[in-house]
Each structure stands twice: as C-alpha cells, then as structure tokens.
C-alpha cells in the first residue's frame, strides 16, 4: 500500500536553531501534502497545506516565516522550523492523499521536536 | 466552515466492554474517515464510508454513516487491550479538495 516516509522521528534542538522536516510518498505522487502539529492526547491541527510546484496554503494562525515550506517534487515536502523556541516543541505529522479529492490520507509516523 | 464534533473526548473501559464513538455535524460530508493512532506514530485509516446509511464492519468494528452524511459512529464490540489509542473521524470537503475536517479525537483506554 502506499506508504508515507517522514523523518527525523525524534530531534532535539537549542533555541534559536532551525530543524527541516522531510515527508516523502515512497510509492506514489503526491501534488499535495498536509502538515500538522499535535498536542499531547489531542487531535491534529492543520498547520497548511503544501502545493507541489507553488507556494504552501497557511492556515490562520501560522506564521509562514517561521514554519517554511518546501515541496519541491512530486514525492518530497519539507517543513522547516526557523530560529525555534521551546513553546515550538510539539509532534509534527505528514500526510498525502494518494488518489482524487476526498480519498484517504495516507501520514507519516510523525516527528518529535524537542527544543532546549 | 465544516465542524466535526466527536464524542466521547476520553473513555476508559474494561476488557470486554462494548462502546460508540460518535461523530456529529451540521454539515454534509461526501465522505466520512476513520482513523486510528497510536501513540508516537501517524494514525492509520480503519475505514471510509461515503453513501448515507452505509454500514461497514471491520472485526469487532462497526462503522455507521448517517442517512443524511452528517454524522458518524464506530461501535466496538468486546474491547480488547490491543484497541486502545486515538480515534479519530474525519470529513471529506467535497469536489475540488483533498483537504479532511478531523474531529477532536476519542482517546480510548482499555484496561485488562
């Protein structure tokens, strides 16, 4: 089936640093991809939405300049925290729909950020 | 805007126990997801229903969308250890977008 790839798993950083975040479709193309962020035992909160080719879609409340996006291929989105802060600590989740509107999203396992 | 809302929030049961979560709007949904997560990974999709009234079983799960695609169940039956996790209903927005309205989430503990 199709599988999401996303990595790190786990990284921790010092404040003022930045982190990339890759989420990559293995075995499909992927023109759009969706990141979110999470809080402990709550549900996901999309953050935005990352267009292949063009600039990424942020939703209210997302500062773009700090949470740069990339999707510079068909199977290849990244987000970047820029000069983090430990209230940016938080798991950071990947996904891709792998067919037309309104099928399943295929996620990645997630990274864990962790700033100091 | 498109609003999920899902209930219970939390819910902690025995093993064997039966249980529903269910997932409510004022908005019709083309489609309606379930998702499961565990701890520290992505969650993983259990089912999609998408015509009004359709009925899915997966197991020990049984998936109900509305007739009129505004709402949502997912009945467990016999709860075991191994369902403990996140649950998670999600609404596909129609023609013209990928994107999915989640629910809040119902974390569910099944005590041996």
């Known amino acids: 089936g199709a599988v999401v790839s996303q990595h790190p798993s786990r990284v921790i950083c010092k404040s003022g640093t930045s982190v990339k975040i890759e989420c990559r479709s293995l075995?499909?193309?992927?023109?759009?991809m969706f990141w979110y962020r999470q809080f402990p035992k709550q549900s996901l909160m999309l953050m935005a939405t990352?267009?292949?080719?063009?600039?990424?879609?942020?939703e209210q409340g997302v500062e773009k300049d700090k949470f740069l996006i990339n999707h510079a291929s068909l199977t290849l989105s990244t987000l970047t925290v820029t000069s983090a802060h430990p209230e940016d600590s938080s798991f950071y989740i990947c996904?891709?729909?792998?067919?037309?509107?309104?099928?399943?999203?295929?996620f990645g396992n997630g990274t864990r950020l962790t700033v100091t | 805007t498109q609003l999920l809302e899902q209930s219970p929030q939390f819910l902690s049961i025995q093993e064997g126990e039966n249980l529903t979560v269910y997932c409510n709007s004022s908005?019709?949904?083309?489609?309606l997801q379930w998702y499961r997560q565990e701890p520290g990974e992505g969650p993983v999709l259990l089912v999609t229903?998408?015509?009004?009234?359709e009925v899915k079983k997966l197991k020990r799960l049984t998936f109900q969308f509305g007739d009129a695609r505004k709402d949502s169940s997912l009945h467990i039956t016999a709860a075991q250890p191994g369902d403990t996790g996140l649950y998670l209903c999600?609404?596909?927005?129609?023609?013209?977008?990928?994107?999915?309205?989640f629910g809040k989430g119902t974390k569910l503990s099944v005590i041996p």
């Open positions: 996904s891709a729909p792998n067919g037309g509107y309104n099928s399943p999203l295929h």
């Open positions: 075995d499909f193309q992927a023109t759009t």
């Open positions: 990352s267009n292949e080719g063009s600039k990424a879609t942020y």
């Open positions: 908005s019709v949904f083309s489609s």
């Open positions: 229903v998408v015509t009004g009234g």
């Open positions: 999600a609404g596909g927005g129609g023609a013209g977008s990928y994107q999915l309205t």
